[in-house]
């Protein structure tokens, strides 16, 4: 029975338990009833014992406490990392003491893989002396063995907060990186939006006798190059006044004059 | 790649395959010495290597179990963060964490100027066009 009950734990997909046939219609109103029976009398403690066979199974079990099994696995309440001692396993590395324990655990690893190569070496010495005598010497590299990887899992967490702290790392980077390509370009926007308004005093917008030019252009175009600073603005105002002053200039030289001071800006 | 830990695992798992290899070798491929004037032993369940193919690749597997040792060694010398206690990761970690919210806020502010200065040049194209 108990043979049976394991093998039935342990496989992949284990039949239902064999209560299930239990959970009809019938049988949970019959519960229903002997719990509202159960609360007037307000008397609960050997009521469970009363209930008959088949209305057992339907009230459920009360969470597990301390530890459960699944799939024929022990699961332990908190869900915890299994000790050595724990698993009958002799521990080969001294108990972790808090300030030095990192550069002990490297340490202890060099030392436990040393160890596992001399017990294999003297493995193979008894194989060519007495090869019967094997047994202790492979428990003893199982043991290493276990005990190696015990030591690097426990190390797992140290490394993860270490993987964390090196992404942050990176991040900080990425982030201040894109900062600083974005104060550049801002920059970059900046002279060319300067430069545009010396284009602007070149006399195509501001001349007094291009009438085809709206005014409304001319503020636009002031409002956007407000942030120009103050040395180009005094620069567009004298070249405004030469602009102004000899007038008499004709279209064509106008647009090619245009046309350099666009060129000069980058356009 | 997988991480320093885990491939510190594998190589240990690897040794332990170059373990059992190397005896397993020697124990399937070994021939027999005849001893004063008796016949030599056979065995049909081994091949006998020839003796120079045999200590060859005794030296070979020898050779890799060294080798893998090293490699080890190497592995565990450079395991991240030796030397650093928890405390300090928990330190260096707030530290870092503050920092990001710093460089977040001054990335999302220069973004904001971009946009603001996209803005005023976009202006300036249009008006342009329309000269």
């Known amino acids: 029975m108990a043979e049976e009950q394991d093998s039935r734990r342990a496989s992949l997909f284990p039949a239902p338990p064999t209560f299930y046939t239990h959970f009809t219609p019938a049988n949970q109103e019959k519960l229903k009833e002997f719990q509202t029976a159960i609360k007037t009398d307000g008397d609960d403690q050997d009521a469970s014992k009363e209930l008959p066979a088949e209305l057992v199974c339907l009230?459920?079990?009360?969470?597990?406490?301390?530890?459960?099994?699944?799939?024929?696995?022990?699961?332990?309440?908190?869900?915890?990392?299994?000790?050595?001692?724990?698993?009958?396993?002799?521990?080969?590395?001294?108990?972790?003491?808090?300030?030095?324990?990192?550069?002990?655990?490297?340490?202890?690893?060099?030392?436990?893989?040393?160890?596992?190569?001399?017990?294999?070496?003297?493995?193979?010495?008894?194989?060519?002396?007495?090869?019967?005598?094997?047994?202790?010497?492979?428990?003893?590299?199982?043991?290493?063995?276990?005990?190696?990887?015990?030591?690097?899992?426990?190390?797992?967490?140290?490394?993860?907060?270490?993987?964390?702290?090196?992404?942050?790392?990176?991040?900080?980077?990425?982030?201040?990186q894109e900062t600083e390509d974005n104060k550049k370009a801002c920059a970059k926007i900046r002279t060319l939006l300067a430069s545009l308004s010396t284009f602007d005093a070149g006399g195509l917008l501001t001349s007094p006798t291009d009438t085809d030019t709206p005014s409304s252009n001319n503020n636009i175009t002031n409002g956007a190059t407000v942030t120009a600073t103050s040395t180009a603005s005094a620069t567009t105002a004298t070249a405004a006044a030469t602009a102004a002053a000899d007038g008499v200039r004709n279209w064509e030289e106008r647009d090619k004059s245009s046309w350099e001071a666009l060129q000069q800006a980058g356009l | 790649m997988a991480d320093r830990l885990t491939q510190?695992?594998?190589?240990?798992?690897?040794?332990?395959?170059?373990?059992?290899?190397?005896?397993?070798?020697?124990?399937?491929?070994?021939?027999?010495?005849?001893?004063?004037?008796?016949?030599?032993?056979?065995?049909?369940?081994?091949?006998?290597?020839?003796?120079?193919?045999?200590?060859?690749?005794?030296?070979?597997?020898?050779?890799?179990?060294?080798?893998?040792?090293k490699q080890i060694e190497v592995l565990i010398a450079s395991l991240p963060g030796i030397g650093v206690s928890e405390d300090d990761q928990k330190e260096r970690l707030k530290e870092l964490g503050r920092e990001l919210e710093r460089a977040e806020e001054e990335r999302k502010e220069s973004i904001r100027e971009k946009e603001e200065l996209l803005v005023q040049f976009d202006e300036v194209v249009r008006s342009l066009k329309r000269v």
Not at chain 1, 138 to 164: F, G, S
């Open chain 1, 59 to 176: 009230i459920p079990p009360k969470p597990p406490t301390d530890k459960y099994q699944s799939f024929g696995q022990i699961w332990t309440l908190p869900e915890r990392h299994p000790t050595l001692q724990e698993l009958n396993i002799p521990q080969l590395f001294p108990e972790p003491n808090n300030e030095s324990y990192n550069v002990d655990r490297a340490q202890e690893l060099r030392r436990l893989s040393k160890s596992l190569l001399l017990n294999y070496l003297e493995l193979v010495g008894i194989m060519g002396i007495s090869p019967e005598e094997y047994a202790e010497k492979v428990y003893h590299l199982r043991i290493h063995l276990i005990n190696i990887h015990e030591l690097i899992n426990n190390y797992r967490p140290h490394q993860a907060r270490e993987t964390l702290i090196s992404m942050m790392e990176e991040q900080l980077e990425k982030s201040r």
């Open chain 2, 8 to 69: 510190l695992q594998d190589a240990i798992d690897q040794l332990a395959t170059i373990f059992y290899c190397a005896l397993r070798y020697v124990g399937t491929h070994h021939d027999f010495a005849p001893t004063h004037n008796e016949p030599k032993v056979r065995d049909e369940t081994l091949t006998p290597d020839p003796p120079a193919l045999f200590r060859s690749s005794q030296q070979e597997l020898a050779r890799d179990l060294v080798l893998k040792t």
